[in-house]
């Protein structure tokens, strides 16, 4: 976590407030509408999918795959790396981890919900249109379009929630609501509920990164918020395009198997 | 982009919004109209918002009407009624006693739109129909699950998931399928960036983006159920031009086929897709299907697209909730272990 912290300060100059305040090193191209541009096809190259948090390499849940379904190891994106558990949440975190193979939303190929949706080992592509900003991600055919008009509040409850955007500065912050709290954050069973409030921050802070950071709030889960943080990186090849990773077909085996006839 | 075509919904639009009984004013007089196409602020046509498809125009064309492309007055007052009748049933709070348990949501979902002149869906070949599919498709379509065909609507039996079709499976509806109007969550969004347009499907929840940078098509070797798209502008008109699909999707409502037929076509199909907004608020849809494998010769289908930026747009968390799929299947074992042996 701090190495990621130390490698950002390079260009973030922390104000006394603890709030990141930019230097005038490095100015985004602006888009159409005079705000930084942030189109292109992102991912993150980390092992934040696995684990949120510090985590040392170890087998996974299925021996079978060998050293292909192993979990590489990785330095956390949680800031400081705890997660501040509410004690009835502790213990569905470790029943979530133990069951992980059959509930990760993502071996159902259920929509990725926020914060996940960004750091999965997937890209996802912003485009930044005069109507708002639409996310589009290859996993799951999962999207999500970012209001930048009046905010609206959120209707029912959804797997993307909610999404209303706003510029700070240099920074795109979304606020997201009406999350369904049925999302995990990674294969390791941290979650939340459908109280879960996210606040994001994307800066370009080069010309291929793009810092993201979220706050994480839900009462009935976690005893205060906390945040994430981890640079994106944009895709460089000139053919950089998303593809089709529709993978119902790979998750109905292990839903609707047991239904089939014998 | 041939102009016999873009006549032909400007002339329905105009007819919709005046009372039904009065003389249409004549395409020319409305084409004449002097209308700026907007542009983005980078310089492209600007056809961007939220074009939900509208339901009602069957996708061929009744063989009696021959090669007339508009309902005339008696016709058309027959498809307001009819389709006033839908929504009366719609709108009923309890089901008929007779009525066939379905998997489908309550009624009161259905968007049945408004009803519009054009007689059919497709527009070429001029009669309005398909046209014959080749011997090897017809072969195909025959012989496909030991005899049983491509999945076309659920009829009880399901063996396995296999046995549903793609939109019951909550894949995809496929290019075309996810325009065709439906009766429900029919929104189109369309976004613009520099070098990108994107459409988006609210049912099943699709972003198609689409470089207009002139790049080739991704490589042989990659096959997609939404294909590859790449676009270019003719003038006002965005053409797309879409390959490398997968053999698995179908052509025809939902992406399942049309009139009980399941639709299939072969991974040689290219769609072309031609996109023009002829007044601030209507979007001409065109697509021709060329798949040489499946149908003996090209076909053009037109769907006419009215801007609602009002329309809500919903998450269509279809894989998420699919209770039927389970049902279905588990409904499947039931009655077998239910049946003496």
């Given at each position: 976590?701090?190495?990621?912290?130390?490698a950002?300060?390079?260009?973030?100059?922390?104000?006394?407030?603890?709030?990141?305040?930019?230097?005038?090193?490095?100015r985004?191209p602006?888009?159409?509408?005079?705000?930084?541009d942030?189109?292109g096809i992102?991912?993150?190259?980390?092992?934040?999918?696995?684990?949120?948090?510090d985590?040392?390499?170890?087998?996974?849940p299925m021996?079978?795959?060998?050293a292909?379904?192993?979990?590489?190891?990785g330095?956390?994106?949680?800031?400081?790396?705890?997660?501040p558990?509410?004690?009835?949440?502790a213990?569905k975190?470790?029943?979530?981890?133990?069951n992980?193979r059959?509930?990760?939303p993502?071996?159902?190929?259920y929509?990725p919900?926020i914060?996940?949706?960004?750091?999965?080992?997937?890209?996802?592509?912003?485009i930044?249109?005069?109507?708002g900003?639409?996310?589009?991600y290859?996993?799951?055919?999962s999207?999500?379009?970012v209001?930048?008009?009046?905010?609206?509040e959120a209707?029912s409850?959804t797997?993307?929630?909610t999404?209303?955007g706003?510029w700070e500065?240099?920074?795109?912050?979304?606020?997201?609501?009406?999350?369904?709290?049925?999302?995990?954050?990674?294969?390791?069973?941290?979650?939340?509920?459908d109280?879960?409030?996210?606040?994001?921050?994307?800066?370009r802070?080069?010309?291929y990164?793009l810092?993201y950071?979220?706050?994480?709030?839900?009462?009935?889960v976690?005893s205060?918020p906390?945040?994430?943080?981890?640079?994106?990186?944009r895709?460089a090849?000139?053919?950089?395009?998303?593809?089709?990773?529709k993978?119902?077909?790979?998750?109905?085996e292990?839903?609707?198997?047991?239904?089939?006839k014998? | 982009?041939?102009?016999r075509?873009?006549a032909?919904?400007?002339a329905?639009?105009?007819?919709?919004?005046?009372?039904?009984?009065?003389?249409?004013?004549?395409?020319?007089k409305?084409?004449g109209?002097?209308?700026?196409?907007?542009?983005?602020?980078?310089?492209?046509?600007?056809?961007?918002?939220?074009?939900?498809?509208?339901?009602?125009?069957?996708?061929?064309?009744?063989k009696n009407?021959g090669?007339?492309?508009?309902?005339n007055?008696?016709?058309y007052?027959?498809r307001?009624?009819q389709?006033q009748?839908?929504a009366?049933?719609?709108?009923?709070?309890?089901?008929?006693?007779?009525?066939?348990?379905g998997?489908?949501?309550?009624?009161?979902?259905?968007?049945?739109g408004?009803p519009t002149r054009?007689a059919s869906?497709?527009?070429?070949?001029p009669?309005?129909?398909?046209?014959?599919?080749?011997?090897?498709a017809?072969?195909?379509?025959?012989?496909?699950r030991?005899?049983?065909?491509v999945?076309?609507?659920w009829?009880?039996?399901a063996?396995s998931?296999?046995?549903?079709?793609?939109?019951?499976?909550?894949?995809?509806?496929?290019v075309?399928?996810?325009i065709?109007?439906?009766?429900?969550?029919?929104?189109?969004?369309?976004?613009?960036?520099?070098?990108?347009?994107?459409?988006r499907?609210?049912m099943?929840?699709?972003?198609?983006v689409?470089?207009?940078?002139?790049r080739?098509?991704?490589s042989?070797?990659?096959h997609?159920?939404?294909?590859d798209?790449?676009g270019h502008?003719?003038g006002?008109?965005?053409?797309i031009?879409?390959?490398?699909?997968?053999?698995?999707t179908?052509i025809?409502s939902n992406?399942?086929?049309?009139?009980?037929?399941?639709?299939?076509?072969?991974d040689a199909?290219?769609?072309?897709?031609?996109?023009?907004?002829v007044?601030?608020?209507?979007?001409?849809y065109?697509?021709t299907?060329?798949?040489?494998?499946?149908w003996?010769?090209p076909?053009?289908?037109?769907?006419?697209?009215?801007r609602?930026n009002?329309?809500?747009?919903?998450?269509?968390?279809?894989?998420?909730g699919?209770?039927?799929?389970?049902?279905?299947l588990?409904?499947?074992?039931?009655?077998?272990?239910?049946?003496?042996?």
């Amino acid at each position: 976590m701090w190495g990621a912290v130390i490698a950002v300060a390079a260009i973030i100059v922390l104000s006394l407030a603890g709030m990141p305040v930019f230097a005038q090193a490095y100015r985004a191209p602006r888009a159409a509408d005079g705000h930084p541009d942030l189109n292109g096809i992102w991912q993150a190259v980390n092992t934040a999918n696995w684990d949120i948090q510090d985590h040392s390499a170890e087998a996974g849940p299925m021996w079978e795959l060998g050293a292909i379904g192993a979990i590489p190891p990785g330095q956390g994106v949680v800031e400081g790396n705890d997660i501040p558990y509410l004690p009835a949440a502790a213990a569905k975190k470790k029943q979530n981890f133990t069951n992980r193979r059959t509930q990760d939303p993502e071996a159902k190929c259920y929509m990725p919900g926020i914060p996940r949706a960004n750091y999965m080992p997937y890209p996802f592509q912003i485009i930044q249109s005069p109507q708002g900003i639409l996310f589009v991600y290859e996993y799951a055919s999962s999207n999500r379009f970012v209001n930048m008009g009046k905010p609206i509040e959120a209707g029912s409850d959804t797997w993307m929630g909610t999404n209303n955007g706003h510029w700070e500065g240099e920074t795109l912050v979304i606020d997201v609501t009406g999350l369904n709290g049925l999302a995990w954050f990674d294969r390791s069973g941290n979650f939340a509920s459908d109280k879960l409030h996210v606040v994001e921050r994307f800066t370009r802070v080069d010309p291929y990164h793009l810092n993201y950071e979220a706050t994480i709030e839900d009462p009935s889960v976690f005893s205060k918020p906390w945040k994430i943080s981890m640079p994106l990186y944009r895709h460089a090849e000139k053919n950089a395009q998303l593809l089709d990773f529709k993978c119902v077909e790979f998750a109905e085996e292990l839903l609707y198997g047991q239904f089939k006839k014998k | 982009m041939s102009y016999r075509f873009l006549a032909l919904p400007i002339a329905a639009i105009a007819l919709v919004s005046v009372a039904t009984a009065q003389a249409p004013p004549s395409p020319s007089k409305t084409q004449g109209k002097s209308w700026t196409a907007p542009k983005t602020p980078w310089g492209d046509p600007d056809i961007q918002g939220i074009w939900p498809g509208n339901m009602g125009v069957p996708m061929q064309r009744n063989k009696n009407l021959g090669d007339r492309t508009s309902l005339n007055d008696e016709e058309y007052k027959q498809r307001v009624a009819q389709a006033q009748r839908a929504a009366a049933a719609d709108n009923e709070e309890r089901a008929p006693k007779d009525a066939r348990v379905g998997i489908g949501p309550p009624s009161y979902w259905t968007e049945r739109g408004k009803p519009t002149r054009q007689a059919s869906l497709v527009i070429d070949p001029p009669d309005g129909r398909i046209p014959p599919l080749t011997p090897e498709a017809e072969k195909f379509r025959k012989e496909f699950r030991g005899g049983r065909g491509v999945p076309a609507e659920w009829a009880g039996q399901a063996d396995s998931y296999e046995d549903l079709n793609l939109y019951y499976r909550c894949i995809s509806r496929g290019v075309v399928g996810s325009i065709i109007p439906v009766v429900y969550n029919n929104g189109n969004q369309i976004l613009q960036a520099p070098g990108y347009v994107v459409i988006r499907n609210e049912m099943i929840h699709e972003a198609r983006v689409i470089p207009l940078d002139n790049r080739p098509h991704v490589s042989a070797g990659i096959h997609e159920y939404m294909g590859d798209s790449r676009g270019h502008w003719e003038g006002n008109t965005l053409v797309i031009e879409t390959t490398n699909f997968t053999d698995k999707t179908s052509i025809g409502s939902n992406g399942v086929g049309y009139n009980g037929e399941g639709g299939r076509h072969s991974d040689a199909l290219k769609v072309i897709e031609r996109l023009t907004r002829v007044d601030d608020n209507t979007l001409t849809y065109q697509a021709t299907i060329d798949d040489p494998k499946t149908w003996t010769k090209p076909w053009t289908m037109l769907i006419e697209l009215k801007r609602d930026n009002n329309y809500q747009f919903l998450e269509y968390a279809c894989h998420e909730g699919n209770y039927a799929m389970k049902d279905i299947l588990a409904g499947a074992r039931a009655e077998e272990a239910a049946k003496p042996k």
